[in-house]
């Protein structure tokens, strides 16, 4: 089986740093990916990471270690729109992509 | 063209009824799957097309049943649904095999059971 666990919620002010973890236990792990979700819209690919260390893509960084299971993506300069569900999701060797549990974040003026 | 097309945007059926849902990517794309995603849930995998053979099925109830008619076009047949199957159900599509850069996602159909 495989668990995928990530914080229910966080609060943020525009501007700041935001970092959401994701801890993970699953067999054939094959990298690991962020999904930006928007409420009644499809998940839009962020990041992903296979090999331990700082993936940066502007605004957004995320990082892997395979020896602990963890994972974080890091929002810098927050902007209103970036309050989303964030979803950290492993993919396994057999081709299978599992979501954890999601991430809610609201950015407060 | 990095684009999933799903149709339809929404669909409402009764218990009854017998519908299908429809995704379509021209992206080359060997590998396509199916999720169920309830509200404020992240998605659930329901099923999973590796060069159009199931290769995954997470023990999904028989009133739903996936084909895959070509490397482009994956349907989810729908009979006898439950008011407990109202769900956005999401498409997604990706290379299979050494390890997935990216799966895209279409936009989802809203499914309501009455």
């Known amino acids: 089986g495989q668990n995928i666990d990530q914080p229910t919620e966080m609060t943020a002010t525009e501007g700041a740093i935001v970092q959401i973890n994701c801890t993970y236990q699953?067999?054939?792990?094959?990298?690991l990916f962020w999904y930006q979700q928007h409420a009644g819209e499809a998940p839009t690919f962020l990041s992903y990471n296979v090999l331990d260390g700082l993936e940066e893509k502007g605004r957004f960084s995320s990082f892997l270690s395979r020896s602990k299971g963890y994972s974080y993506l890091l929002l810098k300069e927050l902007q209103m729109k970036d309050s989303a569900s964030y979803l950290c999701a492993v993919s396994q060797v057999t081709d299978k992509l599992i979501f954890g549990t999601g991430t809610r974040l609201q950015v407060f003026p | 063209d990095t684009e999933v097309t799903q149709t339809p945007k929404h669909l409402v059926m009764g218990m009854t009824n017998k519908k299908s849902l429809k995704c379509e990517q021209h992206m080359g794309h060997r590998a396509m799957y199916w999720y169920k995603q309830k509200a404020k849930k992240p998605p659930e995998l329901m099923f999973v097309?590796?060069?159009?053979?199931?290769?995954i099925n997470e023990s999904v109830p028989s009133r739903f049943s996936p084909e895959c008619p070509n490397s482009s076009l994956l349907n989810l047949h729908l009979h006898a649904l439950q008011p407990e199957d109202s769900a956005l159900y999401l498409c997604a599509s990706s290379q299979p095999g050494q390890g997935l850069t990216e799966a895209f996602f279409g936009q989802g159909t809203r499914l309501t059971v009455v």
């Open positions: 097309y590796s060069y159009e053979k199931l290769s």
């Open positions: 699953t067999s054939g792990f094959n990298g």
